[in-house]
T-cell receptor, first 116, second 114 residues
């Protein structure tokens, strides 16, 4: 597509429920990134995909967080047993080529997750 | 681990005033540097970037940034702001050893009063 698409745009869930966040990157972008933006905070790196593999998942906060990418395209971030501290805006970005930092990212609009 | 510091969390200024936002990073090797902007209700957009060459880089909407290697800084400037520059600004660094990810600063919220 023309841009990075994320869905849903907003998600309210009850504490303890599982949620899935979806990211559809720009066609042809091999690198995909997930970040988290909490209120008043900067962007916190979660995980990086190159194709379908995740060479860097160092930012995932706990084993409740997982992500996958299929077909070198769509990625899903799953949060199990959500907690209130998981409330944040989850941002996805894609980049052309393996050295994503050199090209810069194109960001999606994010999913605002609220855990009540 | 690399880190990025943005000194000002909030900046309020009037139209036509000059703007300078500070950014410092901690990494001794080769870096790629970025400024992103997030206008109210919009997604993050690339404002400008530095990879190599002239340390003074010009971006969109009249913004520029200067890379000073000795100070580990990449400050953003605009000589005369407009109300439409109201946004949150993020500095980001990609360091070779850190692989492909960008490390972002905490952001600076800029409010331009008309």
């Amino acid at each position: 597509g023309a841009g990075v698409s994320q869905s849903p745009s907003n998600k309210v869930t009850e504490k303890g429920k599982d949620v899935e966040l979806r990211c559809d990157p720009i066609s042809g972008h091999t690198a995909l990134y997930w970040y988290r933006q909490s209120l008043g905070q900067g962007l916190e790196f979660l995980i990086y995909f190159q194709g379908n593999s995740a060479p860097d998942k160092s930012g995932l906060p706990s084993d409740r967080f997982s992500a996958e990418r299929t077909g070198g395209s769509v990625s899903t971030l799953t949060i199990q047993r959500t907690q209130q501290e998981d409330s944040a805006v989850y941002l996805c970005a894609s980049s052309l080529g393996g050295a994503g930092g050199n090209y810069g990212y194109t960001f999606g609009s994010g999913t605002r997750l609220t855990v009540v | 681990a690399q880190s990025v510091s943005q000194h000002n969390h909030h900046v309020i200024l009037s139209e036509a005033a000059s703007l300078e936002l500070g950014c410092n990073y901690s990494y001794g090797g080769t870096v790629n540097l970025f400024w992103y902007v997030q206008y109210p209700g919009q997604h993050l957009q690339l404002l400008l970037k530095y990879f190599s060459g002239d340390p003074l880089v010009k971006g969109i909407k009249g913004f520029e940034a200067e890379f000073i290697k000795s100070k580990f800084s990449f400050n953003l400037r605009k000589p005369s702001v407009q109300w439409s520059d109201t946004a949150e600004y993020f500095c980001a660094v990609n360091a070779g050893a850190a692989g492909n990810k960008l490390t972002f600063g905490g952001g600076t919220r800029v409010l331009v009063k008309p």
